[in-house]
């Protein structure tokens, strides 16, 4: 298994206050991506990353803002958590090199805004 | 506009019988497809692939079929297996001008039970 892990794995918060999560790669894969999963949506692509400090925004970006300042760990931000975005979020690596179509998923935050 | 369809959000078969899973596609620059498994409480992990170079790729079990004129590819298990029990999710990426696919669009996925 690819070396991915996300925290917290839960996390319960309340509607305005910021909320961090966390994904942590130990494969030096360039390519990281941030995803929600909702039912009746499947998986929606949020921010991604294709370097260090090099992001861009997927379709389901509004509320939501990322940063890589090291290759292992890529950060997604709520800066004011609203309930729309109670979800299960996803993180994703890709080697690149003509092999980033494959991307290697973590076990996902399961996130709740009350 | 959802670029990616799977149509069908639930099938059942049979332990040992075959199990076949659709996906549509509107797109027609995308050129690499996938299929991930996923179990509950569990990341998406990744099944197969096809090139749109390609009609047919197969891994054991699991073959996937890529009709372009058509815009669909399907999967197909065989046998099913009770331990195939999952949802499983369709994904298409288009080559960007690096060279490089890098962003996935996923459908909304089939949960697919087989019954022992």
């Known amino acids: 298994d690819a070396g991915i892990t996300q925290s917290p794995r839960h996390k319960v918060t309340e509607t305005g206050t910021p909320v961090t999560l966390r994904c942590h790669q130990t494969?030096?894969?360039?390519?990281m991506y941030w995803y929600r999963q909702d039912p009746g949506h499947g998986l929606r692509l949020i921010h991604y990353s294709y370097g260090v400090k090099d992001t861009d925004k997927g379709e389901v970006s509004d509320g939501y803002s990322v940063s890589r300042s090291k290759t292992e760990d890529f950060l997604l931000t709520l800066e004011s958590a609203t309930s729309s975005q109670t979800s299960v979020y996803f993180c994703a690596i890709s080697p690149g090199g003509g092999r980033d179509n494959e991307q290697f998923f973590g076990p996902g935050t399961r996130l709740t805004v009350l | 506009d959802q670029q990616v369809k799977q149509n069908s959000p639930s099938l059942s078969v049979q332990e040992g019988r075959i199990s076949i899973l659709n996906c549509d596609y509107t797109?027609?620059?995308?050129?690499?497809f996938l299929w991930y498994k996923k179990y509950p409480a569990e990341g998406p992990t990744f099944l197969i692939s096809?090139?749109?170079?390609?009609d047919k790729n197969e891994d054991g079990r699991f073959t996937v079929f890529l009709n372009k004129s058509a815009k669909h590819l399907s999967l197909h298990i065989v046998p099913s297996q009770p331990g195939d029990s999952a949802v499983y999710f369709c994904?298409?990426?288009?080559?960007?001008?690096?060279?490089?696919?890098?962003?996935?669009?996923f459908g909304k996925g089939t949960l697919l039970t087989v019954n022992p």
């Open positions: 994904a298409a990426s288009v080559m960007n001008s690096g060279g490089s696919n890098y962003k996935l669009t």
């Open positions: 494969e030096n894969h360039r390519y």
């Open positions: 797109n027609s620059m995308f050129d690499y």
């Open positions: 096809i090139s749109s170079i390609k």
